[in-house]
């Protein structure tokens, strides 16, 4: 499973860096990403790590330059840093891993991130 954490109430411009923990699976087998969920309920591809290197990384245009994706082999961990938030950057945020051959695809339950204006 993966249990992601990090979200809270934090103001504009402030930074919270989010947590992943896989337990039960190695996260060097999978490439890893975040998400998120708007309160209008729309679904956002944020960030991704396509290689268990950590080499490869893809950006949505809304994050790029804010956020950064990293991932801690040793600690079975994905992190993702969100610096300069905004008010749009309110959602539900879930880590996401995908298996690189065969495998179970998994999520976190999400948490929730609220920047007050």
């Known amino acids: 499973q993966l249990v992601d954490s990090g979200g809270g109430l934090v103001q504009f411009g402030g930074s919270l860096r989010l947590s992943c923990v896989a337990s039960g699976f190695t996260l060097d087998d999978y490439a890893v990403a975040w998400f998120r969920r708007s309160p209008k309920n729309e679904r956002e591809g944020l960030a991704c790590l396509s290689d268990s290197d950590g080499n490869i990384s893809v950006y949505a245009d809304s994050v790029k330059g804010r956020f950064t994706i990293s991932r801690d082999n040793a600690r079975n961990t994905v992190y993702l840093q969100m610096n300069s938030l905004k008010p749009e950057d309110t959602a539900v945020y879930y880590c996401?891993?995908?298996?690189?051959?065969?495998?179970?695809?998994?999520w976190g339950k999400g948490t929730l991130v609220t920047v007050s204006s």
């Open positions: 996401n891993a995908d298996p690189l051959s065969r495998g179970t695809n998994y």
